[in-house]
């Protein structure tokens, strides 16, 4: 089975703290993503990569990085935390090739709150 | 935390009954479909997918249906269960792009 794993389950930081969201997958998945999910809003996608030090930006990417420096883990940065980036976060991983039929799975998320 | 399940359409199916959730797609180029069910709490966990050739894929329980041709999309889950309570949302691929659009979810809450 895929495992994706996100080491922070919940997380409470201040305004203006540097945070890292940490995930991790065991399936050598080359492609590694970055959502947020609130309510009423759905899944919105914050990074994305395809490879080792690749990033692509997706649909939300300000006031977040991300880093890339091994295949397995793909790192989620707030430089400076604000209220309104509390959120859960999801990490989630595929396959790549450019064929279809690439499921993307996903950790069990990462529930932060910025104070 | 806050439910994703806030503000979504809800299904209320008695336990034994069969529920039917759907889903509307955007992309008429999409060619991969896939429905997730996630829990209270919990990460998206994939339940089955379709490709675009295909009308209808069956797995445990549960069956897909395409409809190209009105770009609709459903999951039925037979003789529903308490635990599968959760909010179910579809995701469309576009052929090489590996990004997935997501819909908003429905909410499915069993009454036993």
């Known amino acids: 089975d895929v495992k994706v794993t996100q080491s922070s389950r919940y997380l409470v930081k201040r305004t203006g703290e540097k945070v890292f969201l940490e995930c991790v997958q065991d399936?050598?998945?080359?492609?590694m993503f970055w959502y947020r999910q609130d309510p009423g809003l759905g899944l919105r996608l914050i990074y994305f990569?395809?490879?080792?030090?690749?990033?692509e930006k997706g649909d939300i990417p300000e006031g977040y990085s991300v880093s890339r420096e091994k295949k397995e883990r793909f790192s989620l940065i707030l430089e400076s935390a604000s209220t309104n980036q509390t959120s859960m976060y999801l990490c989630?991983?595929?396959?790549?090739?450019?064929?279809?039929?690439?499921?993307?799975?996903f950790g069990e998320g990462s529930w932060l709150t910025v104070v | 935390g806050e439910s994703v399940g806030l503000h979504l359409p809800t299904l209320s199916v008695q336990e034994g009954d069969n529920s039917i959730i759907n889903c509307a797609y955007s992309?008429?180029?999409?060619?991969?479909f896939i429905w997730y069910k996630q829990e209270s709490g919990k990460g998206p966990q994939f339940i089955i997918d379709?490709?675009?050739?295909?009308d209808k894929r069956q797995g445990q329980r549960v069956t897909v249906l395409l409809n190209k041709t009105v770009k609709h999309l459903s999951l039925q889950i037979a003789a529903t269960q308490p635990g599968d309570s959760a909010v179910y949302f579809c995701?469309?691929?576009?052929?090489?792009?590996?990004?997935?659009?997501f819909g908003k979810g429905n909410q499915v809450v069993v009454i036993p």
């Open positions: 989630a991983s595929s396959t790549s090739g450019g064929r279809s039929g690439n499921t993307i799975y």
């Open positions: 399936m050598d998945h080359e492609n």
């Open positions: 990569s395809y490879d080792v030090k690749m990033k």
């Open positions: 992309n008429s180029a999409s060619d991969y």
């Open positions: 379709i490709r675009s050739n295909m």
């Open positions: 995701a469309e691929k576009v052929g090489g792009n590996n990004r997935l659009a």
